[in-house]
């Protein structure tokens, strides 16, 4: 009995003392909904990139809600606010930290996250990473327009 529970233990130690890093951001842009309309084709795209940012790194309930809001206002400020009500409602349902999909709510950390806010560490491995996202985005820029 006491082997086993030394077992257990030894098992279970790395994780309760090692936090879990964040993967890479990947984005997809409004996931499976379109980026625009049929004429402007990439239109409320910007605001689903800043909705993915915030997904990707999660938190709490107040922080996905109010992620979820701005993404609706971000919709309607381009002249879709039908289109932003309807986004709503289903990242709303969709978007829960419960489903082990690839756009969860903190869907970068080792799924199940749910609802947790960051903790400074964290806070800082997601600036770091964003950081580095920044420089990668300068440097294909400089790259591109010499």
Known sequence: ??????LIALFLLPSLVFSAEIKPLT???CSVFPDGTIAHQSLWAHCCIRHDIA???GGTY??????DQSLEQCV???GEPDIAKLMLTGVRAGGSPYFPTSYRWGYGWPYPRTYKALTEDE??????????LEILIKSINDQLNP
């Open 27 to 29: 984005m997809d842009g």
């Open 62 to 67: 107040e922080e996905r809600l109010k992620a």
């Open 76 to 78: 309607t400020r381009v």
């Open 123 to 132: 806070k800082v491995e997601v600036k770091n990473k964003l950081n580095s």
């Open 1 to 6: 009995m006491r082997k086993t529970i030394y």
């Open 55 to 57: 997904y990707w790194q």
